[in-house]
């Protein structure tokens, strides 16, 4: 397969292998397809690989691959990857919920805070109008943030 360039040939290769049980193969396989939901998938449940897995995620920002990794990070206690990987699928406020009840709010003020500038950064050749979008959204976050911590 190393010679195959046809990612619905890999595709069909890495079903047949995690139909077979050979998890290591199909995970090679899905990855040379571009399936890389795949890859976390059974990076987690299969190959006791969630290291992995974590940066499959990072990279690509999968919000599928990233609820997958929430799932796991949950049951594995890991709150702040559950934290960082709810943000990432756009679930801010099961994130906030599960950093608030689980002591991991500095957790969710550093990711937060970083995509808040990360949006800032990539808006600087935007419009003022955009600029004050993202402004306003962080703003928003962190005004959401507060009132959580005072109602405590």
Not at 72 to 85: I, M, R, S
Not at 86 to 96: K, R
Request: glycine share 6%.
């Amino acid at each position: 397969m190393a010679k195959v360039s046809s990612s619905k040939l890999h595709l069909q290769f890495a079903k047949a292998k995690e139909a077979e049980g050979r998890y290591a193969e199909a995970a090679v396989a899905y990855e040379a397809a571009g399936d890389m939901d795949s890859v976390v998938r059974l990076s987690i449940d299969r190959l006791n690989a969630p290291t992995k897995a974590y940066a499959i995620v990072r990279r690509t920002r999968s919000v599928e691959a990233a609820a997958l990794l929430t799932r796991w990070c949950l049951q594995a206690q890991d709150f702040a990857g559950a934290v960082e990987f709810l943000l990432l699928a756009g679930q801010m406020d099961q994130a906030f919920d599960i950093a608030q009840g689980h002591s991991e709010m500095d957790t969710f003020a550093r990711i937060v805070q970083s995509q808040a500038r990360a949006c800032c950064v990539a808006g600087r050749g935007g419009t003022d109008v955009q600029l004050a979008g993202i402004r306003f959204a962080a703003r928003s976050w962190q005004s959401q943030a507060s009132r959580h911590m005072h109602a405590v």
